[in-house]
């Protein structure tokens, strides 16, 4: 290694030797000629550039033999130089030294580097350009290995993380690094060593924690899809059948989110209509026997069945159907669904398709516009609400309660859970089922309308049921269980039980995921004003 590293010092000094032997021959021949205008080293050095740069002026000009042979090789010199330095130019112009120059003027920028440039990146980049006009974005490829240029300022530069990390140094605001294709960050050979890197990385996947290593973040596009269509298409009080066809990583996502969040109120009852293969849904989340009903309809409890026969002979349950939801995997299978229902059976209720393109007149969900945003992959917004009902939790209980950055990955999630109700919280404070959007004037009035509506002790009971149930809900998911003491590795807690049997302390425990709609309120109100 050392050899390779010492022979280009060694030929540039040789260069550099028969480049001075060359002058000392020229100012020799030419300093006792009394019509030459080169009489010293000086002279000579000038004459060789102007002579090696194509220039020429034609101020000094050797006149002996030696001279001129001397002048000869100059001449001969240039014309290589100057082919040279234009190929160089023309290399370092379309190659990916030029980007990388450029991005050196940019390093107290926000980054944003892109393994590949897929749909799902450019719609992601492109949404995080319209919420940050000052972030750079990086495509770890050509541009003539794409089919569409997107149409906002961008770099294509084939190069590694680890070469762009290099790049950024320790300099300026965040590096993060996406990872688009499904499990890419276990196949590409971009992402080696990605762990040790200071940025921070965001891969999609099929499955797997929120976390992976210090600085490696997973995201789920189906759970994407399954948190967004939930509050943009929320549970109304007046639907009590909710029936899915197609149980595969959407379907089961939108389950997943449904058991999490749709918790109205104690008397509201849900019983959800699987069509699809359930797999190990039921051996997996065990525990939700506990609390709903499982394979049986229930008025006194939400329930959950799985059909193994067809949706097609199960004309009944259609027809008395609140919601019809298809969320096939397979796009084309569930448009194939869509117009049988359409042309052949009796719906009362509303029909949804999963369609990653917008469909006009047709009530459709799973746009890849509406799920590739930065508040579902990076979710910036989901995990600042989080932190602060972690801060307002520890105000209230702190000798026994730990930062955020001290939290296990498990009760990230478990506040996370809490902050996706937060929705579903203003909807019941504001009696408002449309609700779909958090500002800071919906905030204020819901969060009167708790104070309010707190005085009397009936209501604040209520709301204490509906956070206790949500509560369950997560724990049971999760395959907890009722036990002494709180234990994460036993999965017990004494509070996994039913409301009539906490102790008022216990009762009180989740007041805090309400009274967090005031710090939302302030946060807010000081982001306007800043």
């Not at 022979?7 to 001075?20: G, R, S, T």
């Not at 669904?337 to 509303?350: A, N, P, T, V």
């Not at 955020?404 to 504001?430: C, G, M, N, P, T």
Request: hydrophobic share 40%; proline share 4%.
């Amino acid at each position: 290694m050392k050899k390779k590293r010492r022979l280009p010092i060694a030929i540039i000094l040789v260069i550099i030797f028969l480049y001075i032997t060359l002058l000392l021959l020229l100012m020799r021949a030419e300093a006792n000629e009394p019509l030459s205008s080169i009489d010293t080293f000086i002279d000579a050095l000038w004459y060789s550039v102007a002579t090696l740069t194509t220039v020429g002026y034609g101020d000094i000009t050797p006149v002996t033999p030696v001279g001129r042979a001397v002048g000869t090789v100059f001449v001969l010199l240039s014309t290589g130089i100057l082919v040279t330095l234009i190929s160089t130019l023309l290399s370092f112009l379309t190659s990916e030294g030029f980007p990388l120059f450029r991005l050196s003027f940019l390093k107290r920028k926000d980054w944003y580097y892109f393994a590949d440039a897929s749909p799902e990146s450019i719609t992601l980049a492109g949404q995080i350009l319209r919420s940050e006009p000052h972030a750079v974005i990086i495509y770890g490829l050509r541009k003539n290995q794409i089919a569409e240029t997107p149409d906002y300022p961008c770099l294509f530069i084939n190069a590694s993380p680890e070469r762009i990390a290099q790049v950024k140094g320790n300099i300026g605001n965040q590096c993060c690094v996406f990872f688009m294709k499904e499990n890419d960050i276990g196949v590409n050979t971009k992402a080696a060593n990605i762990s040790r890197l200071p940025v921070k990385v965001y891969a999609r996947t099929v499955s797997g924690e929120e976390k992976l290593s210090g600085n490696i973040h997973f995201f789920h596009s189906y759970e994407c899809c399954a948190r967004e269509y939930w509050r943009q298409k929320p549970l109304l009080h007046r639907e009590h059948r909710i029936v899915l066809l197609g149980f595969g990583h959407y379907g089961e996502a939108l389950l997943k989110y449904a058991i999490l969040t749709n918790v109205l109120s104690p008397d509201h009852h849900v019983a959800y209509h699987i069509f699809g293969t359930p797999s190990h849904f039921l051996d997996i989340h065990e525990n939700l026997k506990f609390l709903f009903s499982v394979q049986e309809e229930a008025s006194d409890r939400d329930s959950i069945l799985f059909h193994t026969s067809s949706w097609t002979a199960n004309h009944e349950l259609l027809a008395s159907a609140d919601r019809v939801i298809i969320c096939c995997d397979d796009e084309q299978e569930g448009w194939d669904m869509f117009w049988h229902l359409r042309r052949y059976y009796r719906i009362s209720g509303r029909i949804d398709l999963r369609s990653s393109r917008f469909i006009p007149d047709v009530s459709h969900f799973g746009v890849t516009e509406s799920i590739y945003t930065p508040e579902h992959v990076l979710r910036t917004t989901l995990n600042q609400v989080a932190i602060a009902m972690n801060d307002l939790y520890r105000n209230h209980h702190p000798q026994n309660a730990l930062n955020w950055d001290s939290l296990s990955d498990y009760l990230r999630q478990s506040k996370i859970s809490a902050s996706e109700h937060l929705f579903v919280k203003v909807r019941i404070l504001l009696q408002d089922e449309t609700l779909t959007l958090l500002t800071p004037e919906t905030l204020s009035l819901a969060y009167a309308a708790y104070q309010r509506n707190i005085q009397d002790k009936a209501c604040l009971d209520l709301y204490r049921q509906i956070e206790h149930l949500r509560w369950l809900r997560f724990y049971l998911y999760h395959n907890w269980s009722r036990g002494p003491i709180h234990s994460q590795t036993l999965r017990q807690d004494p509070r996994l039980c039913p409301y009539e049997e906490l102790t008022p302390q216990a009762k009180a425990y989740g007041d805090y995921s309400w009274e967090l709609l005031s710090e939302l309120e302030l946060k807010s109100a000081e982001h306007s004003n800043a």
